[in-house]
């Protein structure tokens, strides 16, 4: 553990009072549903995927018609012949859906009105292949397949919502068509046998009754596929994300275990430097109180390249007893003579010993961290209070300050590395605290009011309850040998 993070060399910095350096713990879990598959009620964000969506669906019904239109002039209709009933729908409704197509691509060009546009089309898909099941047989033609494939689509631009919408109307579509022949409303095609339509109600009902829970059974199909896709891509956007941070931090670990010599030795020897000239008693008053600040200031970036140390190379828990009422006691005295603590009173209200199963140094290095984080948070003259006590089968710490509160927009990112909503600072200590008690399977959590204070509350039960938490310790423990800084 770096001794610069640890309370043995706090230098907190005087000042006015500050907000949290990090606020919440972070579970990355806003992030991430693809944009593909966002429900209707998603942002504005995501309009620019669904335009993307609606083009390629526009080229693909397009294709799909022409396709259609070939096989069905050249295999059910026996070739195509010009001026014959069912050759002229097949070609007035292809040319219209190219019609409607351009129309649709006008709006997609001004990326305007694109969820209306999407359950547009999906509406005309319904109706357009209505069309050719007319030409092609009617109730019983192989062409109702085409409503499932617009519910599948309707899933996937939409989700839900776009599968009912789409089911909706290719069933009403479809029941239309019955009805119109049942009622002998639309006749057979004049260039079609008629014994190939069924054009009774008996007839019509098995037809009728297969379909429409086809489409039913396609639509809950697809809906369900399309959130199981979008879980899963949520789900690898956040593994993606906890990679990339993972990256990030071992390339912070290289970069932080070269440095250490180079800024730590000159730390050090500035800050002897200083402390010899301020004692020299040659100084005048003013010259002291400019040592005074360098020191202060030497003691902090010292703590900043400790806690960058600590969050980059982390080291596997030594597990063994410890007294954590005696750590915390230590602390707080710690923390009261040095830095603000002058200026913030800190207090402790515990037993005389709490034993836990822990890491003693990191257990200090946490307590000492939420402490810091407390005071730098408080105005002069406030409190911070240091509590711990018994509950069920876990002993529960808190460290509760007074100070303005953690910002609602910030409370999402708590224990995020580099997150920091004050002028001061890198956002650093919080993150470590939350990497080590993650390590130990402790759990943490975050009480806090705007205009009314803060508190952290660590639960440290009797025996870690984690499923994780041996996995945890063995990541931990490959990583040791290369967590040891330089020098």
């Known amino acids: 553990?770096?001794?610069?993070?640890?309370?043995?060399?706090?230098?907190?910095?005087?000042?006015?009072?500050?907000?949290?350096?990090?606020?919440?713990?972070?579970?990355?879990a806003r992030l991430s549903t693809p944009a593909m598959l966002l429900p209707s009620g998603a942002p504005a964000s995501a309009e620019a995927p669904l335009a993307s969506r609606l083009t390629w669906l526009i080229a693909l019904r397009l294709a799909v018609l022409t396709v259609f239109l070939v096989v069905t002039a050249a295999v059910y209709l026996g070739g195509f012949t010009p001026g014959s009933f069912s050759s002229n729908v097949a070609l007035v409704t292809v040319a219209t859906a190219y019609g409607v197509s351009g129309i649709y691509a006008v709006f997609l060009r001004m990326n305007r009105a694109l969820r209306p546009i999407a359950r547009a089309q999906l509406v005309t898909d319904q109706i357009t292949w209505t069309a050719l099941v007319y030409i092609t047989g009617g109730a019983s033609s192989g062409a109702t397949s085409l409503y499932g494939l617009t519910c599948l689509t309707g899933a996937i631009l939409l989700g839900l919502p776009g599968a009912i919408v789409a089911a909706a109307s290719g069933a009403a579509a479809y029941l239309v068509l019955c009805a119109a022949l049942g009622l002998h409303l639309v006749g057979v095609p004049p260039d079609q046998p008629a014994g190939a339509y069924a054009t009774q109600w008996g007839e019509l009902r098995y037809p009728m009754f297969v379909n429409l829970l086809a489409i039913?059974?396609?639509?809950?199909?697809?809906?369900?596929?399309?959130?199981?896709?979008?879980?899963?891509?949520?789900?690898?956007?956040?593994?993606?994300?906890?990679?990339?941070?993972?990256?990030?931090?071992?390339?912070?670990?290289?970069?932080?275990?070269?440095?250490?010599?180079?800024?730590?030795?000159?730390?050090?020897?500035?800050?002897?430097?200083?402390?010899?000239?301020?004692?020299?008693?040659?100084?005048?008053?003013?010259?002291?109180?400019?040592?005074?600040?360098?020191?202060?200031?030497?003691?902090?970036?010292?703590?900043?390249?400790?806690?960058?140390?600590?969050?980059?190379?982390?080291?596997?828990?030594?597990?063994?007893?410890?007294?954590?009422?005696?750590?915390?006691?230590?602390?707080?005295?710690?923390?009261?003579?040095?830095?603000?603590?002058?200026?913030?009173?800190?207090?402790?209200?515990?037993?005389?010993?709490?034993?836990?199963?822990?890491?003693?140094?990191?257990?200090?290095?946490?307590?000492?961290?939420?402490?810091?984080?407390?005071?730098?948070?408080?105005?002069?003259?406030?409190?911070?209070?240091?509590?711990?006590?018994?509950?069920?089968?876990?002993?529960?710490?808190?460290?509760?300050?007074?100070?303005?509160?953690?910002?609602?927009?910030?409370?999402?990112?708590?224990?995020?590395?580099?997150?920091?909503?004050?002028?001061?600072?890198?956002?650093?200590?919080?993150?470590?605290?939350?990497?080590?008690?993650?390590?130990?399977?402790f759990a943490i959590e975050v009480d806090s009011r705007e205009g009314e204070g803060t508190a952290f509350r660590v639960r440290i039960p009797d025996r870690p309850s984690d499923a994780g938490h041996a996995e945890r310790l063995a990541v931990a423990a490959e990583l040791a040998p290369r967590s040891r800084p330089a020098g």
């Open 1 to 28: 553990m770096s001794p610069a993070a640890s309370p043995a060399s706090p230098g907190a910095e005087a000042g006015a009072p500050r907000d949290h350096a990090e606020a919440g713990p972070s579970r990355d």
């Open 216 to 441: 039913v059974v396609v639509t809950l199909l697809a809906s369900y596929l399309a959130e199981r896709l979008r879980a899963t891509g949520g789900r690898l956007v956040q593994a993606t994300a906890r990679a990339e941070q993972a990256e990030r931090l071992a390339a912070l670990g290289r970069l932080a275990a070269g440095l250490a010599h180079e800024i730590r030795n000159p730390l050090g020897s500035i800050a002897g430097s200083i402390e010899l000239l301020r004692t020299g008693g040659t100084l005048s008053d003013e010259d002291r109180k400019l040592c005074e600040i360098i020191e202060r200031e030497t003691a902090r970036l010292n703590d900043l390249v400790g806690d960058m140390l600590d969050l980059s190379r982390p080291r596997v828990p030594t597990l063994e007893g410890v007294d954590l009422s005696a750590t915390a006691r230590d602390v707080v005295v710690l923390a009261g003579r040095s830095g603000r603590g002058v200026d913030v009173e800190v207090r402790f209200d515990g037993p005389s010993s709490a034993p836990v199963t822990a890491d003693a140094a990191q257990m200090r290095q946490v307590v000492w961290n939420l402490v810091r984080n407390a005071i730098q948070a408080s105005s002069a003259g406030a409190v911070v209070t240091v509590r711990l006590w018994r509950d069920a089968s876990a002993w529960l710490l808190e460290i509760r300050d007074q100070g303005r509160g953690i910002p609602a927009g910030a409370r999402d990112r708590l224990f995020d590395a580099f997150f920091t909503t004050r002028t001061h600072g890198m956002g650093i200590g919080l993150a470590v605290v939350k990497r080590i008690l993650d390590d130990h399977g």
